[in-house]
Structures are given as C-alpha cells and as structure tokens.
T-cell receptor, first 114, second 113 residues
Framework: DTGVSQDPRHKITKRGQNVTFRCDPI?????LYWYRQTLGQGPEFLTY????????KSRLLSDRFSAERPKGSFSTLEIQRTEQGDSAMYLC????????????FGQGTRLTVV | AQSVAQPEDQVNVAEGNPLTVKCTYS??????LFWYVQYPNRGLQFLLK??????LVKGSYGFEAEFNKSQTSFHLKKPSALVSDSALYFC???????????FGAGTRLAVHP
C-alpha cells in the first residue's frame, strides 16, 4: 500500500445525475477526510470519519451529499442531483490517531458537471 | 475559530535565490502546523510539520519552516530556489481536537530561470 487511492480520477456528468467517488486510505490509518477544492482556493473540509463513525460534517455538505465508510476501510462520497456548482476537485486524505501524524492526500477526483 | 492566512497570492523568485512563503494562523491552544505542496492536477503532498520542540523544522526537498509563537507565524523557507519548486503551497493548522486540517488559500510560487 503506497498511499491514498481515489477513483475515478476524472468524472464528467450531466446536471441532475448522481455520482459516487471512492477513496481507499492508507491501510493502517483510522481517520479519513473528504475535502473539496475549487480553482484558486484552498481545500475546504467536508467531513471526517474515525474508523466507521462519521464524526463531523461541514455545513458545506448539503443534503445532496452523503459519505460512508462502512467497514472502517474505504469510503464513498455520493452527490445526488448534481449541480454545476458541484464542479470541483474532491480530495480524500487519511491519517492515524497515533502520534498526531500528518494527513496524506490522494490525487483527487475532478468532477465536471455540464 | 481556527484560521490560516497566506497574505501573498503569488511569490516570484529567481532560481538560486532564497524564498519565503508566508503564513500566519489563529488557533486556540497549541498549534499543530503543516505545509503542503500541490502540483497541477495533483493532490497535496506533505512537506513538513511543527508539533512541538525546535522552532525551526526541516522537511522534504530542502524546505524548512520557522514557528514564531509571538507573531503567530509559520513561514516556509528555502535557501536556494529551483525552477522545479514552482507549485501551489498551502499552510494548514489542525483545529481543536485535531479533527480536521484548516487550510489557507494557497500561495503560488513561481521560480524563474
């Protein structure tokens, strides 16, 4: 396991469609984060899991967004009824609670809603 | 509320010259501070962190950063810039309880030959 893996790397969808992204964290990491990044901006926190528990959600995460981490390993982020404003890079990161280590990021999924 | 400010949208430096990318923070309690670098269409790569101890921390690719508690700053530095250092740099702080990283808006570093 060499790092955080995200799939797909790119997704183009029509407005109103649902999309789902997957993140596979570093295997021994128990924390998993989702961030959204738009052009020219820093990453904005969306949500975070410790093991399978979703412990915090940003107000940015509307009802159309849902995230899961069913077995405390991989995570999915689903966006329902996509809007053009959802177009962004979605970044996943993982870290360990042992030793307050840094978060390691995947390469992101770039979503374009047309 | 926790926050990070990167006052410069872009920093331009000639290859071989020293570089500084500025970061100031606002956090309750002791700060855990980080620098990340992002290349085009890529995720963020960890450069270095300050948790405790020596105020000068060294990281990847010859970068270092100095923690200054009185000025609430954590500026990124490198003695001699390379063209390949050109990228987007983000400063970040762990919010209370270490639940999430809060990022600055980023600084684009352009190193000219």
């Amino acid at each position: 396991d060499t790092g955080v893996s995200q799939d797909p790397r790119h997704k183009i969808t029509k407005r109103g469609q649902n999309v789902t992204f997957r993140c596979d964290p570093i295997s021994e990491h128990n924390r998993l984060y989702w961030y959204r990044q738009t052009l020219g901006q820093g990453p904005e926190f969306l949500t975070y899991f410790q093991n399978e528990a979703q412990l915090e959600k940003s107000r940015l995460l509307s009802d159309r967004f849902s995230a899961e981490r069913p077995k405390g390993s991989f995570s999915t982020l689903e966006i329902q009824r996509t809007e053009q404003g959802d177009s962004a890079m979605y970044l996943c990161a993982s870290s360990s609670t042992r030793g307050n280590t840094e978060a390691f990021f995947g390469q992101g999924t770039r979503l374009t809603v047309v | 509320a926790q926050s990070v400010a990167q006052p410069e949208d872009q920093v331009n430096v000639a290859e071989g010259n020293p570089l500084t990318v500025k970061c100031t923070y606002s956090v309750s309690g002791n700060p855990y501070l980080f620098w990340y670098v992002q290349y085009p269409n890529r995720g963020l790569q960890f450069l270095l962190k300050y948790i405790t101890g020596d105020n000068l921390v060294k990281g990847s690719y010859g970068f270092e950063a100095e923690f200054n508690k009185s000025q609430t700053s954590f500026h990124l530095k490198k003695p001699s810039a390379l063209v390949s250092d050109s990228a987007l740099y983000f400063c970040a702080v762990f919010s209370g309880g270490y639940n999430k990283l809060i990022f600055g808006a980023g600084t684009r570093l352009a190193v000219h030959p």
